[in-house]
């Protein structure tokens, strides 16, 4: 009885010596342990005492200050050991709202937490704010997946606003180190950035990831990555393969799983680059290069492609995307593409086989779900990348070998314009000699794409964004220097993507910006002005300024971007997101002007990028003569373009 007495006292006070000294719960915990000692193992009280003095252990390890930071787990209901598989932050829907959670994948349970708010110099702890053992967990199938909760996408506009936002702030913070600014103004810029980080990390997401507890409720989150959701749902299932039995954790189990996260983590901060140390790479700015060329290891015939994705401020997105190779093992897709890279420090590959069943539809995202045959990641190591040569690599995922090659160009190099050597082809050829030459204000080959576009891309999704396939892209631009017969064929059976890749790349390649670069810092100062009548008079004067080919050409390419924007409802394409795409690379500054201003590659990205995109912007939002009336204007044509 005496026994019984002891064990149930210490029982019902573990809770409440939780938050006691440390010395009183370590002494109960001796005393459990020399009661555990000499109380037989057929006692009734014998597994009631066990329990007792493993919840001691436990908080006792939780607050231990000299713990191994090697250890990996916690001692279950059983005695078993819990061990942390994975951790990540995610984004969860909750109560129709955007939430960042600290997701922890144990042995046999998955619990969500949050970061509770803490004072200066005191740890850091968890609250808990569910769990589920995964013995319970399942995934809803696409014909079983209720209806998502409606979340009110962020608008794209406003989550590029915070990428030059982002990348202004980093600019002003490396010109204060570099004048040895204060630390406080320092420490203010690394505060307004991690804001603007925190937020486009909460709202940029969009895949959707349901789990499901069978005894009632479903939780969503929302992934940025493919490859992400893939990982997650392939180590929850790795774990359901063992023998796992459903349990309910007590208060007092949940505080000392809970508590256990601090210690346990394997991803400590939240993944935006205003948490990276000083000395930590930057990642890289400017364009990779890469070749996706073949993949073997496949047991059955399938049709396959590959996509490509990278991180950029904290998270990865896909950037491009291989074309089906249809009913094979070994597809060969020897495929270029040229993907931005805005810091990045990791390129991924994933293989799919495309699904044509519309019976397979999510019902999250409205799409049919192609299952993904493997996936790989590479770092982007800068002495590698950085050597301007082509370098071939092989990366294995799931048996599945892909070969494939990459180069990079810094974003200083992409800002050079050379004149091109053959004065009859169109790229790299000034404007103004191309159309005397054609006999028309607006060069041919803008005319031809821009018809295209507008004939069968206008409501594809992401038109003009998307990455078209480099090597298409060389060819129409050879066809086009070449004055070759067969462009209009050649244009019908091209890819979308590569057409309206194929516009972009001319713009680029001209000599000069198609705003020019004598004009550029009056644009610059112009979108700067306050007063809206004084910006209106000033961006007019300076519009009528332009060489009349260059002119009428903007003109009808702004006609034409306005009509891509109104179908923004399908093709995701808003006009902030077309000024985006066109704004750096219609209106930039000359070679010379940026080696004068500009001091490192993430200043090179950020510098005027804003300037650029506003500049753009504005003249789509207030045009200042249609093209339909410039057209009537005699004075302007003499002869149709």
Known sequence: MEILLIVRFCCNCTYALLYKPIDRVTRSTLVLHDLLKHTPVDHPDYPLLQDALRISQNFLSSINEDIDPRRTAVTTPKGETRQLVKDGFLVEVSEGSRKLRHVFL??????????KKTSAGKHQQYDCKWYIPLADLVFPSPEESEASPHVHPFPDHELEDMKMKISALKSEIQKEKANKGQSRAIERLKKKMFENEFLLL???????FRIHNRNGKSYLFL???DYERSEWREAIQKLQKKDLQAFVLSSVELQVLTGSCFKLRTVHNIPVTSNKDDDESPGLYGFLHVIVHSAKGFKQSANLYCTLEVDSFGYFVSKAKTRVFRDTTEPKWDEEFEIELEGSQSLRILCYEKCYDKTKVNK???????KIMGKGQ?????????????????????GIKVEFSMKFTSRDMSLKRTPSKKQTGVFGVKISVVTKRERSKVPYIVRQCVEEVEKRGIEEVGIYRISGVATDIQALK???DANNKDIL???SDMDINAIAGTLKLYFRELPEPLLTDRLYPAFMEGIALSDPAAKENCMMHLLRSLPDPNLITFLFLLEHLKRVAEKEPINKMSLHNLATVFGPTLLRPSEVESKAHLTSAADIWSHDVMAQVQVLLYYLQHP???FAELKRNTLYFSTDV
């Open 378 to 398: 590479i770092q982007l190591d800068p002495q590698t990348v950085e050597t301007k040569n082509w370098h071939t690599d092989v990366i294995e995922m799931n």
């Open 489 to 491: 064929l050649m244009l």
């Open 202 to 208: 909460l709202n940029s997401p969009t895949i959707p």
């Open 223 to 225: 992934l940025s990555s």
């Open 478 to 480: 050879a066809v086009f």
């Open 106 to 115: 144990f042995t046999d349970v998955l619990l969500c937490a949050k970061l």
């Open 364 to 370: 999250d995202n409205n799409e049919i779900v192609d």
């Open 624 to 626: 200042p003569i249609s």
